[in-house]
C-alpha cells in the first residue's frame, strides 16, 4: 500500500479510461448519451477503486476495491462489445479495448493475490 499512482495496473486503467473518453466523443457513439455515459463510468471506476482500494489502509478493504475495479473492467468489455456490435466503434477498436481490460484484470487478480498473502487474521 502506498502511492497507487506507481502501480502499473493504476497507469493502465487511467489510460483504458482516457482511450474511452476520446473513442466515444467521436462519431455516433457521441450521440448516444446512455451508452456513452455508461461506458465513461465504468471505465472511470476501474482506476478509482484501484487508487482507492491502495490507500484504504488494509489489504482486506484493498481486495474488495480491486474487485469492484475488476467488474468495472468486465463492464467495459461489454459495452465495448455491443458498441461494436451497432456500429459505434471498429472491430480494432473493439479488440483494443477487450486487450487492454484483459490485462487489467490479468494483473488484478495477481496484485490480490499477493495481498491476500498479506492479510492479518480477523479477531
Do not use: H
Not at 466515444?24 to 482507492?52: C, H
Request: aromatic residues 8%.
Amino acid at each position: 500500500m502506498g502511492d497507487f499512482r506507481k502501480l502499473e495496473v493504476w497507469k493502465l486503467a487511467k489510460d483504458l479510461a482516457i482511450y474511452i473518453y476520446k473513442l466515444t466523443k467521436k462519431g455516433e457513439f457521441a450521440k448516444d448519451y446512455d451508452l456513452r455515459g455508461q461506458i465513461r463510468k465504468a471505465a472511470v471506476s476501474v482506476p478509482s477503486n484501484i487508487a482507492e482500494g491502495d490507500e484504504s489502509g488494509s489489504n482486506r478493504q484493498s481486495i474488495r476495491y480491486f474487485n469492484i475495479a475488476k467488474g468495472s473492467s468486465a463492464e467495459v468489455q461489454t459495452q465495448a462489445i455491443i458498441a461494436f456490435e451497432i456500429g459505434y466503434i471498429s472491430s480494432e477498436e473493439n479488440i483494443e479495448i477487450i486487450n487492454r481490460c484483459e490485462i487489467i484484470s490479468k494483473k488484478l487478480v495477481k496484485l490480490m493475490k499477493y495481498r491476500s498473502q498479506n492479510l492479518t487474521p480477523k479477531t
